[in-house]
């Protein structure tokens, strides 16, 4: 079985994860850096993470490697923090998932995870179980050291600190319990914010579902409204995504953050080319058009997104899931320095949070799961196809089958875990949307 999913490597704790597996892991990836290098390493706050970093440390320190530790923090100042001083990272972190669940992320001296080729060259290794382990002068060295601090001062540089001070924001965030609790209330102190923090204890035992999703937010809306705050923002585990609900308690989805911060960013430029994935709605092209910008269109992943944005020099990437690159920055997803560049934006106008995004293009959404088996899934999506030829409209077929209607779309993906298909449909039209959706969920179920 192939050990990394569309998502890294993950599983449940003490079943999948255990910590034999972990050092071996830790075998694997030493031997696949080979001796003598710098490896930053850091993890979330699960029941089971202090676990597996330890054996993952000790098969990493047996390969002669010195590693460096950075306790429990947000993924992407790990991602920022490898660059130019590390030879590589390591995230103990299994995102979103429930608290059972654990995994790990590994991450180039770049800032972005592995790409499938370094997967391949990792999986190589593990399966031939030959583990170059070093002699006992050579066993690598172990560290505690501090990343925050530096991390802190580069993104204040990075936005207009003293214009978010001077508009004293009321904000809930909700840490989810995870990373973002050991950065986001500093943060947000030093952004002048009067902030009441939600879930905040780090246990690894969540208060609410780690993905934050308008059905798991419900806590955080009706903060937001009982307080009269300007905003909300709550995160992932790892704290690479963020999603925010409005004054008006309306949740946002990364597709409108995503492209309410994309034409901020092609403003401030003039032009240049914004980087996402084909799940997100047509607002973003409504946008890029708009600012005469330019677009590249992904398969789904924060990876493809990165690589993307690196190869075009692209200003901005996001994902409709709530994740936002700022190649200033780092080219990984970042979620507190998505909540600093959304304050700095609030902090230009003088109008609510609801009341800017009123001004973008409306799109209705809507999304199906259906089930289908593994071995079906080529065979259905080749049938999606000829008939979405037959219908003779324009398609993507980036990741999945994205059929082009003149007011909206349908995009048809098979999960990379699960046995399901995804429906994904919007439009202009509320009641487009509804008879979009039933009809391709029939079809779907129809082929099989
Ligand atoms: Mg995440």
């Known amino acids: 079985m192939a050990l990394f999913s569309t998502t890294g490597i993950r599983g449940i704790s003490n079943h999948d994860m255990t910590p034999e597996f972990a050092l071996q892991l830790g075998y694997t990836f030493g031997t696949f850096t080979g001796k003598g290098k710098k490896i930053l390493i850091a993890r979330d706050t699960r029941t089971s993470s202090e676990m597996l970093k330890n054996s993952f440390v000790s098969g990493l320190l047996s390969?002669?490697?010195?590693?460096?530790?950075?306790?429990?923090?947000?993924?992407?100042?790990?991602?920022?923090?490898?660059?130019?001083?590390?030879d590589a990272?390591?995230?103990?972190?299994?995102?979103?998932?429930p608290p059972e669940y654990n995994g790990i992320k590994f991450i180039l001296s770049n800032g972005l995870e592995f790409a499938e080729k370094e997967e391949m060259k990792f999986e190589k290794i593990y399966a031939s179980k030959k583990f170059k382990l070093a002699p006992w002068n050579e066993i690598g060295s172990y560290k505690k050291v501090e990343i925050l601090s530096a991390y802190v001062e580069k993104i204040k540089t990075l936005v207009d600190l003293e214009k978010i001070k001077q508009r004293n924001f009321k904000i809930v965030a909700d840490v989810g319990n995870g990373t973002q609790t050991f950065l986001i209330p500093q943060i947000l102190k030093e952004a002048g914010c009067e902030a009441t923090i939600l879930n905040y204890s780090t246990d690894g035992f969540f208060s609410r579902i780690p993905e934050p999703r308008p059905d798991t937010l419900i806590r955080l809306i009706e903060l937001v409204l009982s307080k009269k705050s300007d905003l909300g923002v709550a995160y992932d585990v790892d704290g690479d995504r963020a999603i925010f609900v409005t004054e008006n308690g309306e949740v946002l989805m990364g597709d409108v953050t995503g492209s309410l911060l994309a034409a901020e960013t092609l403003k401030n430029h003039g032009?240049?080319?914004?980087v996402t994935t084909v799940a997100t709605s047509s607002l973003i092209d409504d946008v890029v058009n708009n600012y005469n910008g330019k677009i590249i269109k992904t398969e789904v992943g924060a990876n493809a997104v990165g690589e993307a944005l690196l190869k075009s020099n692209a200003i901005f990437g996001f994902e409709e899931n709530g994740g936002c690159v700022f190649p200033e920055l780092s080219p990984a997803r970042d979620g507190a320095f998505k909540t600093l560049k959304i304050l700095e934006l609030l902090a230009q106008e003088s109008r609510s949070f609801s009341e800017i995004i009123s001004e973008l293009p409306k799109y209705y959404q809507a999304k199906a799961r259906v089930e289908c088996p593994e071995k079906k899934k080529h065979f259905v999506m080749q049938r999606i196809k000829s008939l979405a030829k037959e219908l003779k409209q324009k398609t993507d077929i980036t990741d999945g089958i994205k059929?082009?209607?003149g007011n909206g779309s349908v995009l048809i993906r098979p999960s990379g875990t699960e046995p399901l298909i995804r429906v994904f449909v919007e439009s202009k039209f509320k009641k487009d949307v509804e008879e979009l959706l039933e009809k391709w969920v029939s079809e779907v179920k129809r082929i099989q």
């Open 271 to 274: 032009k240049g080319t914004i």
């Open 63 to 86: 390969t002669g490697n010195n590693v460096f530790d950075a306790g429990i923090i947000p993924i992407p100042v790990v991602n920022f923090s490898v660059k130019g001083k590390y």
């Open 89 to 97: 990272g390591v995230m103990i972190t299994s995102s979103h998932n």
């Open 403 to 405: 059929i082009l209607l």
